[in-house]
């Protein structure tokens, strides 16, 4: 529907505010209308107040939700194959099955193969945007980003600087410098790609690469940084062992210069006060990754202590140490581990940190994130029909019931369709990803 408006009608929700604060940012039509132009929202409200403007406009009806597209906050695209390796926590999981599965990206078409499959599932599970890790061959960014350009989806990623990594998994000063800078070059800014600064974590980067991470940020203003940060017992250990003069595992990256407004930190499972005053202090912000985090025994994210100080957060699967790419499902985790430090995750405020959080921390909730006008249209049209359980769990239901039952039990069953800037890019039924609507 490029070059001319195009209207979809049928129920629509988006929160574009966390409800912790705003509880008025949940936005929801029962019989919508979302008018779209070139892929941007021109028009969105109650179709009884807003079909007599558009009466010429062509009209796709939409059986189901519809709700703007997943954005996954943290995730690890070469990792996708190893999802459900048995038997470790972090560490050891790491060494036994990541690493050797990284290293066969040393290969450019093994690469490519793997960045289709994963914007494929990507798409089959709603997810629209992405903060994604890569490996740390150049190649492996090459190949992602260049998927996701011919897919118009818009993602961020970055090659992993890791110069202390395993043998044939490791960079160094030079190479970091060079294929970041040659990365950046080559894909930020172009089509809907960003480019984010990725070293693995504290344990994997010498601390002159740690610099050199900062450096990095410091040259290019709006690039992010995306690593990892206090997420499991032994690393922290390590970590404290390692950096003996840092306050804490925040500060070690603190004096790289690696904390601020654009860090995406995944995780945060161990966080001090100290940490979070810090963390929203400086406008960073925390990839919450709840299945991953039961997966490996990592421990249950901290709303309530991180809520009160005020930090910036969103939601990620973290696969392959996540279970599911559904962020349906992982807003269904996040409430359990909420609910495993006796705190209550409303399911509006689930929904945020899937949207218009995620949205934050990647500093594109001004183009996506909430169905707003000026938004792009990325969306998903969820259907609670889409189980036989689900079906009676909603009959008669309330809104937040209905999306409850549906972070609770939903998963990529309840994806009807996902929808790029207007335009559809999965829909289950024909199951081909084209020609749908
Ligand atoms: N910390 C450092 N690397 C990784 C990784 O690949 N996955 C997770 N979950 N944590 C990490
Ligand atoms: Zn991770």
Same mark, same amino acid.
């Given at each position: 529907?490029?070059?001319?408006?195009?209207?979809?009608?049928?129920?629509?929700?988006?929160?574009?505010?966390?409800?912790?604060?705003?509880?008025?940012?949940?936005?929801?039509?029962?019989?919508?209308?979302?008018?779209?132009?070139?892929?941007?929202?021109?028009?969105?409200?109650?179709?009884?107040?807003?079909?007599?403007?558009?009466?010429?406009?062509?009209?796709?009806?939409?059986?189901?939700?519809?709700?703007? +597209?997943?954005?996954?906050?943290?995730?690890?695209?070469?990792?996708?194959?190893?999802?459900?390796?048995?038997?470790?926590?972090?560490?050891?999981?790491?060494?036994?099955?990541?690493?050797?599965?990284?290293?066969?990206?040393?290969?450019?078409?093994?690469?490519?193969?793997?960045?289709?499959?994963?914007?494929?599932?990507?798409? @089959?599970?709603?997810?629209?945007?992405?903060?994604?890790?890569?490996?740390?061959?150049?190649?492996?960014?090459?190949?992602?980003?260049?998927?996701?350009?011919?897919?118009?989806?818009?993602?961020?990623?970055?090659?992993?600087?890791?110069?202390?990594?395993?043998?044939?998994?490791?960079?160094?000063?030079?190479?970091?410098?060079?294929?970041?800078?040659?990365?950046?070059?080559?894909?930020?800014?172009?089509?809907?790609?960003?480019?984010?600064?990725?070293?693995? &974590?504290?344990?994997?980067?010498?601390?002159?690469?740690?610099?050199?991470?900062?450096?990095?940020?410091?040259?290019?203003?709006?690039?992010?940084?995306?690593?990892?940060?206090?997420?499991?017992?032994?690393? !922290?250990?390590?970590?404290?062992?390692?950096?003996?003069?840092?306050?804490?595992?925040?500060?070690?990256?603190?004096? &790289?210069?690696?904390?601020?407004? @654009?860090?995406?930190?995944?995780?945060?499972?161990?966080?001090?006060?100290?940490?979070?005053?810090?963390?929203?202090?400086?406008?960073?912000?925390?990839?919450?990754?709840?299945?991953?985090?039961? &997966?490996? +025994?990592?421990?249950?994210?901290?709303?309530?202590?991180?809520?009160?100080?005020?930090?910036?957060?969103?939601?990620?699967?973290?696969?392959?140490?996540?279970?599911?790419?559904?962020?349906?499902?992982?807003?269904?985790?996040?409430?359990?581990?909420?609910?495993?430090?006796?705190?209550?995750?409303?399911?509006?405020?689930?929904?945020?940190?899937?949207?218009?959080?995620?949205?934050?921390?990647?500093?594109?909730?001004?183009?996506?994130?909430?169905?707003?006008?000026?938004?792009?249209?990325?969306?998903?049209?969820?259907?609670?029909?889409?189980?036989?359980?689900?079906?009676? @769990? !909603?009959?008669?239901?309330?809104?937040?019931?209905?999306?409850?039952?549906?972070?609770?039990?939903?998963?990529? @069953?309840?994806?009807?369709?996902?929808?790029?800037?207007?335009? !559809?890019?999965?829909?289950?039924?024909?199951?081909? +990803?084209?020609? !749908?609507?």
């Amino acid at each position: 529907y490029l070059g001319k408006l195009h209207a979809f009608r049928g129920e629509i929700l988006s929160v574009s505010d966390d409800p912790l604060h705003a509880p008025d940012a949940v936005s929801h039509q029962a019989d919508g209308l979302l008018v779209v132009e070139d892929g941007i929202v021109v028009a969105r409200g109650d179709h009884a107040d807003l079909a007599h403007c558009f009466a010429h406009v062509p009209v796709t009806p939409i059986h189901g939700l519809i709700v703007p +597209g997943f954005i996954d906050a943290h995730v690890h695209y070469p990792q996708m194959d190893r999802i459900a390796s048995h038997g470790e926590q972090l560490l050891d999981w790491l060494e036994r099955h990541i690493f050797p599965a990284e290293k066969a990206f040393a290969d450019r078409s093994h690469a490519d193969a793997l960045a289709q499959a994963f914007l494929a599932e990507l798409l @089959r599970h709603g997810t629209t945007s992405a903060l994604v890790f890569a490996t740390v061959h150049e190649g492996s960014v090459d190949a992602l980003f260049e998927a996701a350009l011919a897919r118009n989806l818009r993602l961020a990623s970055g090659k992993v600087l890791m110069d202390l990594g395993p043998e044939g998994l490791r960079d160094s000063l030079a190479t970091a410098r060079a294929e970041t800078e040659a990365l950046i070059a080559r894909w930020h800014g172009r089509g809907r790609l960003s480019y984010a600064i990725t070293p693995r &974590f504290a344990l994997t980067s010498s601390d002159e690469q740690l610099a050199l991470a900062g450096e990095l940020l410091a040259t290019h203003g709006d690039v992010l940084l995306h690593t990892h940060l206090a997420e499991n017992r032994h690393e !922290c250990a390590a970590v404290a062992a390692r950096f003996p003069e840092a306050a804490d595992y925040l500060d070690v990256y603190d004096r &790289f210069g690696l904390v601020g407004e @654009r860090s995406v930190f995944a995780h945060g499972i161990h966080l001090s006060e100290r940490m979070c005053a810090r963390l929203a202090q400086s406008g960073a912000g925390i990839a919450v990754c709840p299945s991953s985090n039961l &997966f490996l +025994g990592s421990g249950f994210f901290h709303f309530g202590q991180a809520d009160r100080h005020g930090v910036k957060l969103g939601l990620g699967t973290d696969i392959g140490a996540g279970t599911s790419f559904s962020m349906l499902y992982t807003q269904g985790q996040a409430y359990q581990a909420a609910l495993a430090r006796e705190e209550r995750l409303d399911p509006f405020r689930a929904l945020y940190l899937a949207t218009t959080g995620s949205a934050r921390l990647l500093h594109i909730a001004d183009k996506v994130g909430a169905l707003a006008v000026g938004q792009e249209a990325d969306f998903v049209v969820l259907d609670q029909a889409a189980t036989t359980l689900l079906a009676r @769990r !909603c009959a008669g239901a309330s809104l937040a019931e209905r999306l409850f039952a549906m972070q609770i039990l939903g998963d990529d @069953r309840v994806v009807a369709q996902t929808w790029i800037m207007g335009e !559809c890019a999965w829909d289950k039924n024909s199951a081909k +990803g084209a020609n !749908c609507g």
